[in-house]
């Protein structure tokens, strides 16, 4: 990822016959204003692209990228507005002044694609669907407003870096939805006739389902019973002695009844033919490929969301389904213990580093002999990060205090920075929303002398459920922004190979991936490359050197590896 000044920077709005494009100089300077017909601004963009390689500035990447990606358009960077906005309204190292903070209609909501394949021009329309401002003028002066922030604030460097990696997250998942998830549909149909059943050609449930749910009224003694509304189930499952305050998998599995195995298969069944089954299957894969909806920045963390097709939430027994073109590879990596090892990594923790060094972090705390078992380095980890004070989590906690001080002395000041009502931020500067309203009300209403002891109880508990939410923020935030980092660096890695022979190409994958390596996937701390296979052993080194680049680039030269899993396969199937 290149977070240095471009030398030039190209501001592009909206106009009545097509785009208006602005011609920055390295100081944001106008030095020429350049008006396109709808019908020349791909070809416009691609001559300036490879002549100057500029970094271009857009209000909402998903409106603009988008359908140039279908004409045929690949750009190297861009600085998103809406995205980069959010960030730096909301940033505590931004000078408390800085004309961003103000409200405008840059805090407009993300633009949501409506279709898989967008037209070139449908830009104006869905301006006005979420308000952001559309015209070349407007977005030059919102990108002055933005770099002057970044320039006044307390630490510049990481706030450029970071409107860097937000920006270049946004080409990501553009691109991967352009490119989409090479998925076989009749796996699909074939795992969910073995897993559920044949879909009944009338409707209603497939014979295994409707299975699990006849065995579930058995054990509850009413062949009426109601399984789909949480509510009338609890009632069913009180009158037979399971007295669960939720239907949720953690408390039901908690429970002894003949009915709790039958039930949590039936949940289990249920959700896959919900979320995942032949409606989603019609409505979210064509043409042997998945393209759902990534909101990047989705999160209060800086986590990316999802808003259509569920693509952060795609189950295990799917993944066989997710299968690469003749002749082409995935290339699967996920990080081992991303959120701990940025934990040791931001607090300069060399104990705990030494214990993630080549190999499983919790094995390496077994090790140092801090606990006695990785199980329990688990817990106690992620304890300390999620805030977890009873059970084994508040047993073992302490034991981690004293072998990593400085990685516990982190969350737990970010803890009582958050019971206090304070802000705390990342490494590269997201902070976490201030606190509710209701939440300075309440916590002052427990400070007066008339304040009752349920006030009293209620406040020390919302400060601690705020304290949690700010132990997990800076470690969580930071963990998206080296996904980030990760991200940026590889897709510029990728697009440096070769691009393969045409009768190779995987044309599914649109004008601009068909014959190049690409990524096809993301999730948290995992990604998938999409690759021709002459190119696939070169695709998984740039995964890792991608990784090792990404943690350069955010902690300089602390020592600390980010222990990857990478394979190549045909199928996304993990062992």
């Given at each position: 990822?290149?977070?240095?000044?471009?030398?030039?920077?190209?501001?592009?709005?909206?106009?009545?016959?097509?785009?208006?494009?602005?011609?920055?100089?390295?100081?944001?300077?106008?030095?020429?204003?350049?008006?396109?017909?709808?019908?020349?601004?791909?070809?416009?963009?691609?001559?300036?692209?490879?002549?100057?390689?500029?970094?271009?500035?857009?209000?909402?990447?998903?409106?603009?990228?988008?359908?140039?990606?279908?004409?045929?358009?690949?750009?190297?960077?861009?600085?998103?507005?809406?995205?980069?906005?959010?960030?730096?309204?909301?940033?505590?190292?931004?000078?408390?002044?800085?004309?961003?903070?103000?409200?405008?209609?840059?805090?407009?909501?993300?633009?949501?694609?409506?279709?898989?394949?967008?037209?070139?021009?449908?830009?104006?329309?869905?301006?006005?669907?979420?308000?952001?401002?559309?015209?070349?003028?407007?977005?030059?002066?919102?990108?002055?407003?933005?770099?002057?922030?970044?320039?006044?604030?307390?630490?510049?460097?990481?706030?450029?870096?970071?409107?860097?990696?937000?920006?270049?997250?946004?080409?990501?998942?553009?691109?991967?939805?352009?490119?989409?998830?090479?998925?076989?549909?009749?796996?699909?149909?074939?795992?969910?006739?073995?897993?559920?059943?044949?879909?009944?050609?009338?409707?209603?449930?497939?014979?295994?389902?409707?299975?699990?749910?006849?065995?579930?009224?058995?054990?509850?003694?009413?062949?009426?019973?109601?399984?789909?509304?949480?509510?009338?189930?609890?009632?069913?499952?009180?009158?037979?002695?399971?007295?669960?305050?939720?239907?949720?998998?953690?408390?039901?599995?908690?429970?002894?009844?003949?009915?709790?195995?039958?039930l949590l298969e039936y949940k289990k069944l249920s959700r896959l033919l919900s979320a995942n089954g032949w409606s989603w299957l019609a409505e979210w894969v064509a043409d042997g490929r998945f393209r759902p909806v990534y909101i990047p920045g989705g999160?209060?963390?800086?986590?990316?969301?999802?808003?259509?097709?569920?693509a952060l939430q795609l189950p295990r027994q799917l993944r066989e389904a997710v299968r690469a073109d003749p002749g082409w590879r995935l290339v699967v990596a996920d990080v081992a213990q991303l959120e701990p090892r940025v934990l040791a990594a931001m607090?300069?923790?060399?104990?705990?580093?030494?214990?993630?060094?080549?190999?499983?972090?919790?094995?390496?705390?077994?090790?140092?002999?801090?606990?006695?078992?990785?199980?329990?380095?688990?817990?106690?980890?992620?304890?300390?990060?999620?805030?977890?004070?009873?059970?084994?989590?508040?047993?073992?906690?302490?034991?981690?205090?004293?072998?990593?001080?400085?990685?516990?002395?982190?969350?737990?000041?970010?803890?009582?920075?958050?019971?206090?009502?304070?802000?705390?931020?990342?490494?590269?500067?997201?902070?976490?929303?201030?606190?509710?309203?209701?939440?300075?009300?309440?916590?002052?209403?427990?400070?007066?002398?008339?304040?009752?002891?349920?006030?009293?109880?209620?406040?020390?508990?919302?400060?601690?459920?705020?304290?949690?939410?700010?132990?997990?923020?800076?470690?969580?935030?930071?963990?998206?922004?080296?996904?980030?980092?990760?991200?940026?660096?590889?897709?510029?890695?990728?697009?440096?190979?070769?691009?393969?022979?045409?009768?190779?190409?995987?044309?599914?994958?649109?004008?601009?991936?068909?014959?190049?390596?690409?990524?096809?996937?993301?999730?948290?701390?995992?990604?998938?490359?999409?690759?021709?296979?002459?190119?696939?052993?070169?695709?998984?080194?740039?995964?890792?050197?991608?990784?090792?680049?990404?943690?350069?680039?955010?902690?300089g030269g602390f020592p600390l590896d980010f222990r990857l899993d990478v394979r190549i396969a045909e199928t996304a199937l993990k062992d």
């Amino acid at each position: 990822m290149d977070a240095a000044e471009p030398a030039a920077w190209v501001v592009l709005g909206r106009s009545p016959h097509g785009a208006t494009a602005l011609l920055l100089d390295a100081d944001a300077a106008q030095s020429a204003r350049v008006e396109l017909d709808d019908g020349e601004l791909a070809s416009w963009i691609t001559d300036v692209e490879a002549a100057h390689a500029p970094r271009w500035v857009w209000n909402d990447t998903a409106r603009w990228y988008a359908p140039l990606l279908a004409a045929g358009v690949r750009v190297a960077r861009c600085h998103d507005l809406r995205l980069c906005h959010a960030m730096l309204r909301d940033s505590a190292l931004v000078d408390p002044d800085a004309p961003v903070r103000r409200p405008s209609g840059w805090d407009a909501a993300p633009h949501v694609p409506e279709d898989a394949a967008p037209t070139l021009f449908e830009l104006d329309g869905a301006a006005a669907r979420t308000g952001l401002p559309d015209g070349a003028d407007d977005a030059r002066d919102e990108f002055v407003r933005q770099r002057a922030a970044v320039a006044g604030a307390r630490d510049p460097g990481r706030l450029r870096l970071l409107t860097a990696a937000e920006s270049a997250g946004a080409l990501v998942a553009a691109e991967m939805r352009a490119a989409g998830l090479p998925w076989d549909a009749a796996e699909h149909d074939r795992i969910l006739v073995e897993t559920l059943g044949e879909r009944p050609p009338g409707g209603g449930q497939p014979a295994l389902l409707a299975g699990a749910a006849a065995r579930v009224r058995e054990a509850l003694g009413d062949p009426t019973a109601s399984l789909d509304s949480q509510p009338k189930l609890l009632r069913s499952l009180h009158r037979v002695g399971v007295l669960v305050e939720s239907t949720s998998r953690w408390e039901l599995a908690e429970q002894r009844h003949p009915v709790i195995e039958p039930l949590l298969e039936y949940k289990k069944l249920s959700r896959l033919l919900s979320a995942n089954g032949w409606s989603w299957l019609a409505e979210w894969v064509a043409d042997g490929r998945f393209r759902p909806v990534y909101i990047p920045g989705g999160v209060v963390t800086g986590r990316w969301a999802s808003s259509g097709g569920g693509a952060l939430q795609l189950p295990r027994q799917l993944r066989e389904a997710v299968r690469a073109d003749p002749g082409w590879r995935l290339v699967v990596a996920d990080v081992a213990q991303l959120e701990p090892r940025v934990l040791a990594a931001m607090s300069g923790d060399t104990s705990l580093a030494e214990a993630a060094r080549g190999r499983d972090l919790y094995a390496g705390i077994v090790d140092s002999g801090a606990v006695a078992t990785r199980q329990e380095a688990k817990i106690a980890l992620l304890g300390a990060m999620y805030g977890a004070t009873t059970g084994e989590s508040g047993r073992l906690v302490p034991r981690l205090r004293r072998a990593y001080p400085r990685a516990m002395g982190l969350v737990d000041e970010a803890a009582r920075t958050g019971e206090d009502g304070g802000i705390v931020s990342t490494w590269l500067g997201r902070s976490s929303p201030p606190p509710s309203s209701d939440w300075s009300a309440l916590q002052s209403l427990a400070t007066e002398a008339e304040a009752s002891r349920s006030d009293e109880t209620r406040a020390k508990r919302w400060a601690r459920d705020r304290g949690r939410f700010t132990r997990n923020f800076v470690v969580q935030g930071t963990a998206a922004e080296w996904a980030l980092a990760w991200l940026a660096d590889l897709r510029t890695r990728l697009a440096a190979m070769p691009p393969v022979a045409a009768q190779n190409a995987a044309v599914r994958s649109g004008p601009v991936f068909a014959r190049q390596p690409h990524l096809a996937f993301f999730l948290h701390d995992e990604v998938i490359v999409h690759a021709p296979q002459e190119h696939a052993e070169a695709a998984a080194e740039a995964v890792s050197e991608a990784a090792a680049s990404a943690g350069r680039l955010l902690f300089g030269g602390f020592p600390l590896d980010f222990r990857l899993d990478v394979r190549i396969a045909e199928t996304a199937l993990k062992d």
